[in-house]
């Protein structure tokens, strides 16, 4: 793991905040996504790799669809968003700052996040892009069902695997 290559901060986020991410990236050449909490922020290195999984896609199984690279953490003040989030996302929190993000249709997310995901993290990715189906890594490729009790795999906050492909 000296070079970190077979590392990956894996995310979540709705397909429409995917979409309108992939064209500010496309257009300004980054974008800075929500993360939820801080998660694993803190701990990715520049440059890792960054597997999104579409968090609202009911039909499909779980897995990342999308993929970029991570630039760095963004520190926002809790009052404001900071300037290039996706934005599908900064509307829906203009109309409804107190409603809480609607629940996930899957039964069960990501539990390893002990205390809630915490105050609104963001971070800047560079070349935000869909995988073509047969590059999409499902959830068992991401963390194996053993070690996450057999529960879906959605990560409220970010989260660094070890990716093996």
Avoid: Y
Avoid at 67 to 88: C, I, K, L, N
């Amino acid at each position: 793991m000296a070079d970190g290559q077979d590392l990956a901060l894996v995310v979540a986020l709705p397909a429409r905040h995917l979409a309108s991410a992939a064209e500010i990236c496309g257009t300004q050449g980054s974008v800075i996504l929500p993360a939820g909490g801080p998660g694993d922020l803190d701990a990715a290195p520049a440059g890792v790799r960054v597997l999104v999984i579409v968090s609202d896609d009911p039909d499909r199984a779980p897995g990342a669809g999308w993929e970029a690279r991570f630039a760095e953490r963004v520190d926002a003040d809790p009052s404001s968003w900071p300037e290039g989030v996706p934005p599908t996302w900064a509307a829906e929190r203009a109309a409804a700052p107190s409603v809480p993000p609607p629940a996930s249709d899957r039964e069960e997310d990501d539990e390893d996040d002990d205390d809630g995901p915490g105050p609104q993290s963001f971070l800047r990715v560079t070349d935000l892009v869909p995988l073509p189906p047969e590059r999409w890594i499902h959830a068992n490729e991401l963390v194996p069902k053993q070690s996450r009790e057999g529960r879906t795999f959605l990560p409220r906050t970010p989260r660094l695997i070890r990716v093996v492909e």
